[in-house]
């Protein structure tokens, strides 16, 4: 299953438009599978024009604070 959301904005002044897209995405514990589903949503993203793309904050690990494992830090 493929959790994600992708938003898309664009911001205008003067000439030319942006095309930024915002990715938030479910992870997993291997940073691997993360970074290859991550490479699928950018992949979407420039298919429908964006120029700048950003993923949340440590989008490779889980949410460390759901659970203390040394491995993530």
Known sequence: MLAFQIFFCH???GDPLVKLAG???????KKERN???AVKFVRIAVEK???????QE??????????????HF
């Open 49 to 55: 024009g964006a120029e700048i793309i950003c993923f």
């Open 11 to 13: 911001f205008e002044r």
């Open 35 to 37: 970074i290859e589903k």
């Open 58 to 71: 440590l989008f490779t690990t889980p949410w460390f604070p759901r659970e203390m494992n040394k491995e």
């Open 23 to 29: 990715i938030q995405l479910a992870c997993y514990e």
